[in-house]
């Protein structure tokens, strides 16, 4: 098990490597870290760890922000893991969970209900959109794709598609498409709790924005 989790963190640092839009290995190791405290919290012996900590390590690797091909990215890993003597129940699961992760996915497109495995690695995952180091991704993202931080004349969008989703708008506005609303869409006790800690925080952090902006 050990020796299998070196070999995952070492592809996901490998592939996440290039990556400078808030998705990289920094992130990976975060997530897995927060995965470990749900799991911690749950206590629920029918938990995989193996699954949880593996997808968490991978879920990005696949992802269409981060690679240019991603039905070539999700063969490559599923070579990977079989190569690496995962055990094909796992493996299908490690790759459901990351297929059907995500916040687009959810709300726009027709997600399959995830496993409380899935829920742990999605809850880590949301948790780090959230709070300061998601006001921090978010700014670095949004610089990353050449959108402004704020413009008041732009009002935030009550999105429809994964189309408008992916047509990005202002920094600011990210935290009202996306960022509140997945607070109400935690799935575990732990992931409900921290969401609800650093949802807080940002809306200080924001009052103090438009304080400053407006001065
Ligand atoms: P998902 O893959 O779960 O649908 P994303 O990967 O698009 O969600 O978002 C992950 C993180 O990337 C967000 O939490 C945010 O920090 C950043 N991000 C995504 N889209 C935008 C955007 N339009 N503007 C600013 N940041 C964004
Ligand atoms: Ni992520």
Not at 97 to 108: G, P, R, T, Y
Not at 153 to 169: D, F, G, M, V
Request: charged share 30%.
């Amino acid at each position: 098990m050990e020796k299998k989790l070196a070999k995952i963190i070492a592809y996901a640092q490998e592939r996440l490597s290039e990556e400078q839009s808030g998705h990289g290995f920094d992130h990976a190791c975060r997530v897995a870290k927060l995965a470990e405290k749900i799991m911690a919290d749950l206590n629920d012996p029918s938990v995989d760890s193996l699954v949880v900590i593996a997808a968490a390590y991978l879920h990005d690797t696949i992802d269409d922000k981060v690679v240019d091909d991603p039905d070539e990215a999700v063969e490559e890993l599923r070579n990977f893991l079989t190569f690496e003597k995962i055990p094909t129940t796992q493996v299908l699961e490690i790759l459901f969970i990351i297929d059907n992760l995500s916040f687009s996915k959810e709300q726009f497109g027709a997600a399959s209900e995830l496993t409380i495995n899935g829920q742990i690695v999605q809850d880590a995952d949301r948790l780090e959109a959230l709070g300061a180091i998601g006001i921090m991704r978010t700014a670095y993202f949004g610089g990353a794709h050449g959108n402004v931080l704020y413009d008041p004349t732009i009002p935030p969008r009550n999105l429809q598609t994964k189309a408008e989703y992916r047509e990005e708008s202002t920094v600011i506005n990210h935290f009202y498409e996306k960022l509140f609303l997945i607070v109400d869409q935690m799935k575990t006790p732990f992931g409900k709790q921290e969401a609800q800690r650093r949802k807080t925080f940002m809306e200080e952090f924001l009052k103090e924005f438009y304080r400053e902006w407006n001065d």
